[in-house]
């Protein structure tokens, strides 16, 4: 069974950071992308990062461009995101999504129950 399970989000001031970590299981994971995508309150999906699965190539959505680092340690079964200088509107719930492939945009085949961040002073 694939699992997918995220911690490290919380509350934090803006202009703070976080590191989110997601640990999985039930497939090779260094076979495969990954990718973190959120969900803000109210609104629809947006995918945020994704990263090969070796991790030698890695993409982020406009919103957090240069402000975020992913990254993965294939020997822990573990994919991070690193957030920095938040803001209000980084205000969302945080899922981790296995991709189909070795793509970084390929279809999200499994997901995480996601973690909440909540960026507010």
């Known amino acids: 069974e694939v699992q997918l399970v995220e911690s490290g989000g919380g509350l934090v001031q803006p202009g703070g950071s976080l590191r989110l970590s997601c640990v999985v299981s039930g497939f090779t994971f260094s076979s495969y992308a990954m990718s973190w995508v959120r969900q803000a309150p109210g609104k629809g999906l947006e995918w945020v990062s994704g990263i090969s699965a070796s991790g030698g190539f890695t993409d982020y959505g406009d919103s957090v461009k240069g402000r975020s680092t992913i990254s993965r340690d294939n020997a822990k079964n573990t994919v991070y995101l690193q957030l920095n200088n938040l803001k209000p509107g980084d205000t969302a719930v945080y899922f981790c999504?296995?991709?189909?492939?070795?793509?970084?945009?390929?279809?999200?085949?499994?997901w995480g129950k996601g973690t909440l961040v909540t960026v507010s002073s």
């Open positions: 999504a296995k991709g189909g492939s070795n793509w970084i945009h390929a279809a999200v085949d499994s």
